[in-house]
């Protein structure tokens, strides 16, 4: 019954945990899409285009090009309550080796996160026209990121603080509710 009945439920759903369908554009909170978007440079409009990935067909990036030290924010008509933020940073899936390989690490191989993940960043919300840190993660290894937020805010902004070796990085998503 799911795939008759319920069927945009589950790739919503799907889309939501960052599992790629094909042709498909993931639907985004509908905070995320009131608010007006900015960053300190470059294009921020691919953070919010329900694609979390490069469309290598189409050859189309769909992501903010940002490095240490680059934001993006997001504000609101009026004060809104957040609750979560989803982020989505580029773990390099076109790299040279399977993504799941079976090896240990041995004889100097070097294991890390790719280079082109952003390893630390924070997320600051601004209240009554002052700015506080919500999140602040130092040491990421994920490429689907979601964090907990309880403030209310007129903005918030997500700030790139350092990455696994690149620079600049790719950020393919951001989302509030």
Known sequence: AVGQQHLAELQHALMHDDCWLPGLTRQLPALTLSATLTASHGDA???RDGMDRPDERAGALHAWTASPGAWAE???PQEEALSACRLVFDSDLRRKWANMPLYYPRDGWRVSPPA??????RILVESQGQWHEAAR???NHQRLVRLPLTADATAVRLVIDATWGDDPVNVFAWDVC
């Open 116 to 121: 082109t993940l952003v390893r630390a960043f």
């Open 137 to 139: 993660i130092t040491d």
């Open 45 to 47: 409009a691919p953070l």
């Open 74 to 76: 997001y504000r609101f």
